[in-house]
């Protein structure tokens, strides 16, 4: 049986009864009484003693440990929180052919006012395009760096003028990469499978817990075999770093760039292949790949006058589902947790979910995600 935490208000009665008991003849309940004025202080003092011990309490098990406690018990299995990561990319800028030089550490801006620096020299070629390298600046505090993921066509502005050069230039390869510090949450999933699942030089648990690793990434999965025999097929989602896709990684499937038996991957595939690379068992040929988002559109029957917000919650719960029951290795979402994550919403009984019709049924690479929602 648990133990309950006595109130605040428990303990001031129970020391004014203890000192009326005590002292016969005093009134310890009465408003300016000095007893009474004590007995709140030892009152007070004694729940902040709770508090504590609550506090201890919690951070004596890795299970619902935070903070610096939290890395402490995680440290014991080799698992340390991920940092906020910078992206990087490539920006494109119209110049005076072959002669016009971008320096290394140029800065550049974001229309937003995003700023990075160019990590490399960059000339102009014969036909008037220098093509720089870049990395946005980290945040002072390294808390963030997911806003530094950047898309394709993205307009970025030279921070100085420099000869023969547009100041306004398009990105041309995506900035990825970029990740905000890794959450208690993330940190403790990954913790608690560590203990629960001792590495075993490759198996698929391994692949998984090695990709969720790399910052930025939240969800993986792995398929052995998954491209045909000594393959191995790692999918991957992140979230958090790239939510303005739905979580889908931004670059190419593929492979590490050390690995010379097919085409490297690039973007955020990339950078989870050149991690687990050398990580994995010699003679694994392992794929990075990208789910496919597979949309479910939903028509729901009784809740045509439903309010706004009980529509976007209702929208939350059937994606919360999909992230935590849908997977791309081929699977079976039962459309009964749909309906439980929604029945569990205020004011929305007597709903009818009358498509789809049954469970939601994915093939290997697909990962189901909400598509439209109509209110019949």
């Given at each position: 049986m648990p133990w309950t935490r006595p109130q605040l208000s428990e303990l001031r009665n129970g020391v004014a009864q203890d000192i009326a008991s005590a002292i016969p003849g005093s009134d310890p309940l009465l408003r300016f009484a000095n007893l009474r004025i004590m007995g709140n202080v030892q009152a007070g003092l004694a729940h902040l003693h709770y508090g504590y011990l609550d506090y201890i309490a919690l951070q004596s098990n890795p299970f619902t440990a935070t903070d610096e406690y939290l890395e402490a018990w995680a440290a014991l299995k080799n698992i340390f929180r991920e940092p906020a990561t910078s992206a990087s990319g490539q920006i494109t800028f119209q110049a005076t052919p072959n002669i016009a030089l971008i320096p290394s550490g140029t800065p550049i801006t974001r229309g937003d006012g995003v700023g990075c620096t160019t990590t490399a020299d960059a000339t102009s070629n014969s036909s008037g395009i220098v093509v720089v390298s870049a990395t946005i600046d980290a945040d002072p505090s390294g808390l963030t760096g997911a806003f530094g993921n950047t898309a394709v066509g993205v307009t970025m502005t030279l921070g100085i003028s420099i000869a023969g050069v547009k100041s306004s230039g398009t990105v041309t390869t995506a900035f990825t990469g970029g990740a905000d510090i890794e959450l208690d949450s993330s940190l403790r999933s990954r913790m608690l499978e560590a203990y629960q699942k001792t590495p075993q030089g490759g198996a698929k648990a391994d692949y998984e817990i090695w990709a969720r690793e790399v910052p930025g990434v939240t969800r993986s999965w792995c398929n052995p075999l998954g491209a045909?025999?000594?393959?191995?097929?790692?999918?991957?989602?992140?979230?958090?770093?790239?939510?303005?896709?739905?979580?889908?990684?931004?670059?190419?499937?593929?492979?590490?760039?050390?690995?010379?038996?097919?085409?490297?991957?690039?973007?955020?595939?990339?950078?989870?292949?050149?991690?687990?690379?050398?990580?994995?068992?010699?003679?694994?040929?392992?794929?990075?790949?990208?789910?496919?988002?597979?949309?479910?559109?939903?028509?729901?029957?009784?809740?045509?006058?439903?309010?706004?917000?009980?529509?976007?919650?209702?929208?939350?719960?059937?994606?919360?589902?999909?992230?935590?029951?849908?997977?791309?290795?081929?699977?079976?979402?039962?459309?009964?947790?749909?309906?439980?994550?929604?029945?569990?919403?205020?004011?929305?009984?007597?709903?009818?979910?009358?498509?789809?019709?049954?469970?939601?049924?994915?093939?290997?690479?697909?990962?189901?995600?909400?598509?439209?929602?109509?209110?019949?």
């Open positions: 045909g025999s000594g393959t191995v097929v790692v999918y991957i989602m992140l979230d958090q770093a790239e939510s303005a896709f739905n979580g889908f990684p931004q670059g190419t499937n593929g492979v590490a760039t050390n690995e010379p038996r097919d085409t490297p991957a690039t973007g955020d595939q990339l950078i989870v292949a050149n991690y687990i690379y050398a990580l994995r068992p010699a003679t694994a040929l392992v794929y990075i790949v990208s789910p496919v988002a597979y949309p479910v559109n939903f028509t729901i029957s009784g809740l045509s006058a439903a309010s706004s917000s009980t529509q976007a919650a209702i929208s939350q719960a059937i994606s919360g589902v999909f992230q935590l029951a849908g997977t791309p290795l081929g699977g079976t979402v039962d459309l009964d947790l749909i309906e439980s994550a929604i029945a569990a919403i205020p004011g929305t009984s007597g709903f009818v979910i009358t498509s789809p019709a049954g469970n939601i049924v994915t093939t290997i690479g697909q990962l189901p995600v909400l598509g439209t929602v109509t209110y019949a």
